[in-house]
């Protein structure tokens, strides 16, 4: 036992036969062997099982802990990854890509990849979640594992961009367009409304000049359903009003 693990290290513990027991619950439950030996054992094991910080899913998954993620998916099997919390009903993917904890996300990819289908109440998918926060990585990673994401629409059809430019995440912006391209400038929500539209209504000068920066005036052309132009948003902004004069035609 004492070389098999020193060759194959913790992992080998985590390994189950047809009855679906690992070695540890062999070594524990063996009637093979008398006490004294099985104790021998497990103190051996004890040096290279994994240490569990946490027991529930949602902790393991904000806190970014890939071996209790990982520990907690051999312990329960895939479905652990479909619970949902309270509130917004997030699965543990949802809440670590919100985090921006990519290692954790790819344990969890790795095991059950429809989890990038997962959506929280409002429809938001593990790339709203992690774009809006910032997190680049997380971003990449999961533009890396399906492109199609960039244009994910949540209940409102508001993608990644629409909401990135409502927190004014210019880096994000930028990381996201370099994706998606133009196609991302003109894209719009289930009230007709495009990202400029959002960033000007929040007062987001940043990502309102970057907008306009990348699609002109002619983004300021552009109705929603009220009719109202991206323009008539950034009513009793000046700020706002005066990034957009110098493209407005």
């Known amino acids: 036992v004492s070389q098999l693990l020193e060759w194959g290290g913790g992992a080998l513990l985590d390994i189950k036969d047809n009855k679906g027991q690992t070695p540890w619950d062999v070594a524990s439950t063996s009637t093979e062997c008398g006490k004294e030996s099985r104790d021998e054992i497990e103190e051996i094991m004890k040096k290279y099982k994994p240490q569990i910080k946490h027991n529930d899913i949602f902790e393991a998954s904000k806190a970014g802990d890939e071996q209790s993620v990982r520990s907690l998916i051999n312990k329960e099997g895939i479905k652990i990854l479909d619970k949902r919390d309270a509130g917004l009903e997030k699965t543990p993917f949802l809440v670590a890509a919100g985090e921006g904890h990519v290692g954790v996300m790819s344990v969890m990819y790795e095991s059950k990849p429809d989890v990038l289908q997962q959506t929280t109440v409002r429809g938001d998918t593990a790339i709203h979640r992690a774009a ?12 890396e594992w399906d492109p199609k994401l960039i244009d994910a629409g949540n209940k409102w059809f508001q993608t990644p961009f629409m909401l990135t430019a409502v927190e004014g995440r210019v880096d994000m912006l930028k990381a996201l367009h370099a994706k998606g391209g133009e196609k991302l400038l003109t894209q719009t929500n289930k009230l007709g409304d495009t990202a400029l539209h959002r960033a000007a209504g929040c007062g987001k000068s940043a990502a309102v ?26 009513k ?13 035609r």
């Open 236 to 248: 009793g902004r000046t700020e706002i009003r005066k990034i957009m004069e110098k493209y407005k």
């Open 132 to 143: 809006v926060r910032g997190h680049g990585a997380a971003v990449s990673r999961l533009l």
């Open 209 to 234: 000049s970057q907008l306009l920066e990348w699609g002109g005036g002619a983004l300021l052309d552009i109705k929603g359903n009220d009719r109202e132009t991206p323009w008539d948003w950034a």
